[in-house]
């Protein structure tokens, strides 16, 4: 399984692009700005995009793509989200005022853009992929996902705070990596809190949840571009100091625009 990480910023500035990355080549999980980089044709291959929430750092370039590539497609772009993140989309953004409903256009009967709700711990077949929606604790309603294939689960957190069902889950799987979110530093930290986003003492506490028999990447994802370089040298202290496991630190990274993660 390749994962390319075309967003992973918590805002813009140059090099800087928001939530979104493709699972092989049919899969999007978000559809930040970071969309913008695919070339049509891969735009046109996308067949699944997993939204983790409502926030237009999630979803900017969801209009944008399916305009850009619907007369290239012969079937709708499924869309799979939350009931309430489905509705958010359809008041503010497919409401023939922000942009054309898609799901009614040509027609209802052959829309450029399809919605398939799920729940929290929902679990489907998605090509040949198993996805799983994973608890998250935000600002609205929101998941994280795990994508698993034959060497293991992609796990992404989404926006998320403190959450202990989270790591529950997460204990139970055969994790092959974690993207996590660390959107503020620790100067920000009462920030962080009031918008549900962890820094990197929370994050220290909530990676203290995972089960200490097991190891894995973890990449941090969701900086703000004026802080990532603060975010990073905080973790990496904490890091260097707290054991992961009997003298094992954290296997912690830095994601970037651009990289590819194999599993």
């Not at 989309?89 to 409401?95: A, H």
């Not at 069902?165 to 974690?178: E, T």
Request: net charge negative.
């Amino acid at each position: 399984m390749r994962i390319r990480v075309l967003g992973c910023s918590g805002a813009i500035a140059k090099d800087c692009r928001t939530t979104s990355f493709l699972v092989d080549d049919h899969l999007l999980v978000d559809a930040g700005t970071g969309v913008g980089d695919l070339t049509l044709a891969e735009m046109a291959a996308i067949d699944d995009v997993l939204i983790t929430h409502s926030h237009l750092d999630h979803i900017a370039n969801l209009p944008l793509m399916i305009d850009s590539v619907a007369a290239m497609r012969t079937q709708a772009l499924r869309v799979h989200a939350l009931p309430q993140t489905i509705a958010a989309l359809k008041q503010n953004i497919f409401n023939n005022h922000i942009w054309p409903d898609f799901t009614q256009i040509p027609n209802a009967e052959h829309p450029f853009l399809s919605f398939h709700p799920l729940q929290c711990g929902d679990r489907m077949k998605i090509g040949n992929k198993s996805v799983e929606a994973l608890p998250a604790v935000h600002t609205v309603p929101a998941v994280g996902y795990a994508v698993s294939a034959e060497g293991g689960s992609w796990v992404f957190s989404g926006d998320t705070e403190r959450n202990p069902g989270f790591w529950k889950r997460l204990n139970q799987m055969n994790v092959a990596m974690l993207v996590i979110e660390t959107a503020f530093s620790n100067r920000e930290k009462q920030l962080a809190h009031l918008s549900l986003h962890l820094s990197p003492t929370v994050l220290a506490q909530e990676l203290d949840q995972i089960d200490k028999t097991k190891r894995y990447p973890i990449y941090i994802t969701h900086t703000k571009p004026a802080e990532t370089e603060q975010i990073m040298a905080e973790i990496q202290r904490f890091d260097q100091t707290q054991p992961f496991g009997p003298n094992v630190t954290h296997d912690i990274r830095w994601l970037r625009a651009g990289q590819e993660l194999i599993i």
